[in-house]
Nanobody, 120 residues
């Protein structure tokens, strides 16, 4: 069974940095696109950034120049480096991945979510 496990959230002051990680595990054959969404209280979940299997990225305008997505294919892990954090970046961050596994053909999987709080 495929699982995505996130880590790295927490409390940071405005202007600070955090690095989120999301590791996929299970009977994985291939991982396609991966990325991060976020959801703030009272708001819809929004795409933060995505990365395709060949490394193409798509950032939300609100995070361009501040956030960087990367991945380690050997570890089936995607990272989100968040710099110059603003109070409006505070949200629960969810990673996702499209995965082909021995158990289930291509399907979308989600992490459990990790809280990012930006406050002084």
């Amino acid at each position: 069974q495929v699982q995505l496990v996130e880590s790295g959230g927490g409390l940071v002051q405005p202007g600070g940095s955090l690095r989120l990680s999301c590791a996929a595990s299970g009977s994985i054959i291939t991982i396609g696109a991966m990325g991060w969404y976020r959801q703030a209280p009272g708001k819809q979940r929004e795409l933060v950034v995505s990365i395709t299997s060949d490394g193409s990225t798509n950032y939300a305008d609100s995070v361009k120049g501040r956030f960087t997505i990367s991945k380690d294919n050997a570890k089936n892990t995607v990272y989100l480096q968040m710099n110059s954090l603003k109070p409006e970046d505070a949200a629960v961050y969810y990673c996702y991945a499209y995965i082909d596994s021995h158990d289930v053909s291509w399907s979308a999987y989600w992490g459990q979510g990790t809280q990012v709080t930006v406050s002084s």
